[in-house]
């Protein structure tokens, strides 16, 4: 099993940068495909960004040129890099993992506790 760990949320004024962790437990990150998601209260979850276990990278129209998804194996840790933020960028954040960039988009098998991001204007 993989367990994930998020941090890095925090309150962040309109136009701030905030950059988001998620570590994972056991020696098998690398073959992993991650994925960042988000939920306002009151709203479906979104997909946010995902990054196969190669380094390929895939964003959200509402964040894309905004946000980088980044993975460094050796530290078993992805990071989510967000500028230029809005408020509509307020959610909590979750990390997730699964086998295939496919997967993740779908039903990702794990799941981290999740990361509030606030925006103020």
């Known amino acids: 099993q993989v367990q994930l760990v998020e941090s890095g949320g925090g309150l962040v004024q309109a136009g701030g940068s905030l950059r988001l962790s998620c570590a994972a437990s056991?020696?098998?990150?690398?073959?992993?495909?991650m994925g960042w998601f988000r939920q306002a209260p009151g709203k479906e979850r979104q997909f946010v960004a995902a990054?196969?276990?190669?380094?390929?990278?895939s964003y959200a129209d509402s964040v894309k040129g905004r946000f980088t998804i980044s993975r460094d194996n050796v530290k078993n840790t992805v990071y989510l890099q967000m500028n230029s933020l809005k408020p509509e960028d307020t959610a909590v954040y979750y990390c997730?993992?699964?086998?295939?960039?496919?997967?993740?988009?779908?039903?990702?098998?794990?799941w981290g506790q999740g990361t509030q991001v606030t925006v103020s204007s």
């Open positions: 997730a993992a699964d086998i295939s960039v496919a997967r993740v988009f779908k039903t990702p098998n794990y």
């Open positions: 056991g020696r098998t990150f690398s073959i992993y495909a």
């Open positions: 990054i196969s276990s190669s380094g390929d990278r």
